[in-house]
Structure formats: C-alpha cells, structure tokens
C-alpha cells in the first residue's frame, strides 16, 4: 500500500442537536397527518473534512470506501486512488494509489479485495503520437497490493459497451461490468465469460447490486406495458434474467436492507421492497431526518442496523455522513408540527424545512404530498389529488401552509379560505413590506388580501417585431386576431397548434369570462365564440419535424411571435437580436387591451384560514422569505428589492483582464461572459455584458407582470374537452359555446 494512513476528523453533532418532532396538538389540521410516527429516524453526523469523491462511494460492513484525488505541487502530477474509512473510529487509511488513471467503478469482495474499472489515456497501438482510451480490470488485495491488470478495450468494442456505468462482485468473485443494456461477465482472474442481456423490456439500468441473498440484483424503467420502475435478479450461471418484480419503487440507488429485501431512496426519502410479496413501502422522509435528500449519494446498512447516509452538499462542496437509528416516536423531544401541503414537494421547499427545523426551537416542518409518487399513474391522478388538497383547504383537515404553484390562489382567496398576510408583514422585526417589490406583492392580492409572496419569480410573455405592432406593451384578442389575418402566409407562432393558440389566448382571459366573486360566467358570448373560430384556423397537432430553427423562421418571416421567458437580464438581448433591433415584448392578448405579462412563481406559499398554527406557519415564511437566494433551486428575479439589486449589479459587472504584447505594452480587455445559443440549423448567438437598457426593459416587464390561471386549471380542461367537437365539426361553435357555458357554470356554483 502507498501512502500513510490518514484521520479524517468526524465530529459527531447528534450529541449537541435537539432533534424533535411535532407534538399532536393542532386537531383541525389533519389529525393522522400530525400523529406522532411509531418510528422515527434520528441522524448522527460525522462531517469528513477530507476531499474525495463520494458519488461512487461504496459501504462494506463498518467501513466506507471512496475515490480520492489530489494534485502533488511538488512532483507536479496527479494522484487518484482509494480510501477506506472507519466509523468505528474515524480513521482513513489509502488502499491504493493509481498515478493518473481514474477509477469508472469499483466494488469490494467479501474478502477485502478491491475490483476496478479504470480508463486511462495511452498511446494508440498503431500510431504512438495519438492517445486513445484504454479499459481496464484490476483487482487490488485487500492490502492494495496489484493482483492482475486486464486490458478489456477490446471485449467492450466487440460487445458494443460504449460505458460502464455499474459493477458487482459475486460470492465467487465473478465480476459483472454493466453497461446500459448488457452486462460483461469475468471470473475472478479476469478471464472473459460472456455476456448477460439484462434490460431486455426495460429502458436501461438504473443500478445493481447483490442482494442479502447474495444474488444480483438491477432494476430500471420498464419499457413496456404500464411502466414504471421493474427490478430484475440477474443469473450469472445461466447468463440471463430469471425474475421479475413490479412495484419497484426505483429512484437514485438501491441497498441491500434488512428488514425489507431492499432499500431504494430518491429526493424525497427512502423506501423498503419486499420481494415475497413484491411491494414497496415508504420508509421515512428526508425532511423529517434533517437530511437534504438532493445531496444523498448513497446509503447503506451498517452491521448495528443503522442506515448509513453519504451526503454530497455541492452547493457548499461540503461532504459528510448521517448514521440514523431507528427510534420509537415516543422517546423523541417534541417540537409543534407545521404542515404544508403541496401536490410535490419541490428540493427548493425541502431544502428550506431542512434548514428551518435544524434552527427552530419550537416549530417543525412536515411535507404532506397529494401525489403518490411510489403508485402508478392513471389519467385522473393529478386532477383526483388536486381535488383532495382543494377539499383539504377549504375544510378542517386543512394544512397550515399551502403550496400555491398548483391551485388556483385567486379563487381559494375569493372563498375566504386564505389568511391574509399584511398584519403577519406589518407586525414582523424580520422583513417588512418595504423589502418586496410591489408590483409582485400586488400581483398576489385579491380583494385586498395578500395571499402570499413569492421568494422569486421569473416573467413570461409575447415578443413580436415593433415594425408590425408599435412600441408599446399591450393589445387585445381582437388585434392579435387581425394581426394574424394580415400575415396569411406565416405561422403565428411557432409550433402553433389549436391547443397552444387557445392557452395563449386564454392565458390572462380566463376572469374576463368567469367573475368569481359574483359566480357569472359568459362562455356563449360573442368574443368567446369569436375566439374558438380563431382557434380552429391552426393545425390539431403542431409540426415539430421543421429542421429550421425558430430565430432563423423568424427572420425569414415565416413565423410572426414568440413566447419569451426570462429568468435573467441578459435573456432580453437575444431577442432583441432575432428581431434585428425592434423587439417588442407586447405580452399575450387581453380582452381590454392591457398588458399580459405573466408572473410565475412556483414557489409562494399561502397560510390557510382555518389553521391554528398561523404564528408557526409565518414563522417559516418569515424565515424562508429573509434567507438570501443561495441554493441551487432558488431561480429567477428575487422579490426582495435589496437581493433584486445584486443581481443587476452582477449582470452589468464589466469583467476585465490584461495581457502583454510581445513588446512588454499591457493592455486590458473586457473578459467574455461566456455563454451562447445555438441551433441545429447554425443560428447561433453569443452574449455580451448586460447593458442597463437591457435591465430597464426586464423592470418594465416586471412592473406590469400579475400571476395567471394554470393552463392545468378545470376551467382550460372544460374547455379543451367541449370545444374539440367544434374543431371535428361535430357541432357549431355556438353549440360548443353553450355546452362549456353550462359546464363551467356549474362548476362554479359548486366551488363557489
């Protein structure tokens, strides 16, 4: 073995956190959800101060070993090997050094020895001044001493394995290598025994591993029937998969367990497959262990039966472990629960109840998701659960806080079911209402109730050439009509279809003919009749088999409009250039003429009337909204008018560097922002350093951005579904007009 052995400091924090859960005081808010759990899992955390690579990291009874690399000042060269670290005690110790190969795969036998697949760059066979990479076999003693090193390029190329992305060592120490569809089979010497065909019916494999069994295990997206995830026990001796089991709940990796067959995990939390009788049930929440699930690499079971995490914090580069023991409820410290409900949680929302309940003495988040992401989805799955979480708001089963991307807000809002939050700002010593833009907090007030406040947002709306349309932001269902009757001979937009000229359309008209407040709807009107007329003109389906790009139809005049989003400054210059100069961002049509510029926020979040946890719910708001945008699933233009400012700083930040000439003159240059669009037809465009003409028009979108109807919402799906009759030729547009009046009004009386 080269190199010493190495302590890697871990500190363990469960000695000094108060991990708790919520006590099951709030009745009204949905007793089962805020039930104690018989069993909880509480994390230990030893943070690993030593760089390595954990992505790959592999966990055999006690111990963890993992990929490292390091460059040595001093002999200018790069070292890559393997570790092996202890949680009995701590300590690192480095199994192998491999100069400056670099480990694809590796995987641990039961006696301690290491094999891996490396790629390494060497000189070509039949020219020495080019390099091509070389596949490899290795296998280390569980000294690190070098067994054998096999050269297997040419058994992948004739098997067509372009990548390895899986390997497993059997109780003989048979090494499969997998690639996407096929696996590689050598004995434990290396020799070549054949090959497997493993995702025959399946979209490719996800992972493998063998099973407490000690057979081989892998599983991915079936590729036939009713989908979803399938897991498959591979034969090595019959060089075939021999069974099959559904309900898999597949995700980012699997573990041998040991209650259950199996555990698998994804972002949300962990899971254990049986497989006698092939189910899956939901272990734990990542939320509710203070884990971030987006960092986890991998995990295990440890010999003590904990679940050993390997997290990955790649916004901070941090790395560390979490040991969970299984605990009874009963002997956990209990802190008050906060519920939100929200169709799926995004990472951005985990992220932040992570952060939350770690700093919180008194409250805890709990996630309620309407979707079942582990059962299989029908045609009615996401309209039956967003059926459940409206019935759960205005009812006394309500959640405290409601995750309003899916809902319509403005609606809940008019029912009287959605606290208002001005009294919450007003009397808040953390943020105040001078802290956000107004035209966002004025965006989500409806009828004088601020029904939330987005973190941030981003802006969608219409560009078009000024040449045609003027200057001026803003135009109505009749002008875009006739904008499109003068220009017979171009699409209007691209990828134009009934469907998306409908949304576009309906996209800021939807309360112009449905006033919740008084219940009226006005479907069999003639601008709504005039509309479906319009609509019919276009194509059922859009032709997405056009090989010339978007900007280049465009600029030929092939195509009138595009759709614009903007989740950055310098988004703008691009369609400034498509229209050579005259952009107008004139937004989708209105009835009235004014400007549809929509302002979407996914992650805004109401407090529910009838909560009696109000102070805890604003609590987090206040402690989420006050958090700078430092995480990854933090996009778009922040609310906060100070956060806001940064980022215009930052886009318009001239970045420079110098050089010398060869007579010693220094000159300084504007650095390249970096950055480019291309298309596959060559229109290509690279950006420059935002201009403050640039941020001033993205603020003038903002100002007069407002949130709009989901294009989910039951109000387009009635619509979609009675005015396809219209479109067949089945019945007048009148007819079709009066059908969706009918329907629509009904549904509003009902949710009235």
Not at 59 to 74: K, P, R
Not at 122 to 135: A, G, Q, R
Not at 488 to 512: H, I, Q, W
Not at 724 to 751: C, H, L, P, T, W
Request: one cysteine or more; a negative charge; aromatic letters at 12%.
């Amino acid at each position: 073995m080269t190199g010493n052995s190495k302590r890697i400091l871990a500190a363990s924090l469960a000695a000094v956190m108060v991990f708790s859960l919520a006590a099951c005081g709030n009745t009204e808010g949905g007793d089962d959800d805020r039930k104690l759990p018989e069993w909880v899992y509480v994390p230990e955390y030893r943070e690993l101060e030593e760089e390595g690579s954990y992505y790959s990291a592999k966990q055999v009874g006690d111990a963890l070993y993992y990929q490292f690399g390091s460059f040595d000042e001093e002999k200018g060269t790069y070292v890559a090997g393997l570790r092996k670290y202890s949680l009995a005690d701590g300590s690192a110790e480095t199994l192998l050094e491999m100069g400056d190969a670099s480990i694809n795969q590796f995987e641990v036998a039961g006696d301690g020895s290491v094999y891996a697949m490396s790629s390494e760059w060497l000189p070509s066979d039949t020219n020495p001044e080019e390099y091509e990479v070389k596949y490899l076999l290795m296998k280390y003693g569980p000294s690190g001493d070098e067994v054998f090193r096999q050269d297997i390029t040419e058994v992948t190329q004739e098997n067509s394995i372009d990548y390895i992305n899986n390997m497993v060592v059997d109780d003989q120490n048979r090494v499969c290598l997998f690639g996407n569809s096929d696996a590689l089979v050598f004995d434990g010497e290396g020799a070549f025994q054949g090959v497997i065909k493993v995702s025959d019916g399946m979209g490719g494999i996800n992972d493998v591993i063998k099973g407490k069994d000690g057979k081989i295990y892998s599983y991915g997206w079936s590729s036939g029937g009713e989908g979803g995830y399938v897991l498959s026990e591979v034969d090595i001796d019959k060089r075939a998969v021999v069974n099959t089991y559904a309900n898999f709940p597949g995700g980012n990796g699997l573990t041998a367990g040991s209650e259950h067959d199996f555990l698998s995990y994804d972002s949300s939390g962990v899971y254990g497959y049986t497989l006698a009788d092939q189910s899956a049930e939901k272990l734990f929440d990542w939320v509710d262990s203070d884990i971030t699930g987006e960092y986890v690499q991998s995990i295990g079971i440890i010999e003590d039966g904990r679940i050993l995490v390997v997290i990955n914090d790649w916004g901070t580069s941090e790395n560390s472990l979490a040991l969970l023991s299984k605990t009874p409820g009963s002997e956990v410290p209990q802190k008050e629960i906060i519920l939100v409900g929200t169709m799926s949680a995004s990472q951005e929302l985990r992220s932040a109840a992570v952060k939350f309940n770690k700093t919180s003495d008194k409250y805890r988040i709990s996630i309620k998701e309407y979707i079942d992401n582990t059962a299989q989805w029908t045609e009615t799955t996401w309209s039956d659960a967003l059926t459940r979480l409206n019935n759960d708001i205005t009812s006394g089963n309500c959640p405290d806080l409601i995750d309003a991307g899916d809902i319509d807000i403005q609606q809940l809002t008019s029912k009287g079911v959605i606290e208002d939050l001005t009294p919450f700002l007003e009397s808040s010593t953390v943020i105040k209402r001078e802290d956000f833009l107004e035209p966002v907090l004025n965006g989500f007030t409806y009828e004088g109730v601020l029904a939330g406040i987005p973190k941030t947002f981003n802006i969608q709306t219409v560009v078009g050439s000024s040449k045609d349309l003027g200057t001026e932001m803003g135009w109505s269902l009749e002008e875009i009509i006739a904008y499109s009757d003068a220009h017979p001979d171009a699409s209007l937009f691209d990828y134009t279809s009934k469907s998306n000229v409908m949304y576009y359309c309906m996209r800021y008209n939807e309360g112009a003919f449905v006033d919740w407040s008084t219940g009226k709807c006005n479907f069999n009107s003639p601008e709504f009749i005039s509309l479906l007329e319009f609509v019919n003109r276009f194509p059922e389906e859009a032709d997405y088999n056009n090989d010339v790009s978007a900007p280049n139809r465009i600029q030929r005049g092939e195509v009138l409009l595009d759709t614009v989003y903007l989740d950055g400054f310098n988004e703008v210059q691009m369609y400034n250039e498509i229209f050579g100069g005259q952009a107008v961002f004139i937004g989708y049509p209105t009835t009235d003429g004014s400007v549809g510029c929509a302002l979407n926020a996914s992650n805004v979040y109401a407090i529910a009337a009838k909560s009696k946890m109000k102070d805890g719910a604003w609590a987090f708001l206040e402690s989420y909204l006050a958090q700078e945008n430092t995480d990854r699933w933090s996009w778009g233009f922040p609310s906060n008018k100070e956060q806001l400012d940064k980022k215009i700083q930052e886009a318009i930040k001239v970045e420079t560097y110098t050089w010398v000439d060869e007579d010693g003159v220094e000159h300084e240059e504007a650095a390249s922002v970096g950055g480019s669009v291309s298309y596959q037809d060559g229109w290509t465009y690279e950006y420059h350093t935002t201009t403050q003409e640039e941020v001033d028009q993205v603020l003038a979108l903002i100002e007069v951005a407002r949130p709009t109807v989901s294009q989910n919402s039951n109000v387009m799906a009635i619509i979609a579904e009675e005015a396809d009759a219209f479109y067949k030729g089945q019945k007048s547009a009148a007819e079709v007009a009066d059908v969706i009046q009918r329907r629509i009004q009904n549904y509003v009386d009902e949710n009235r």
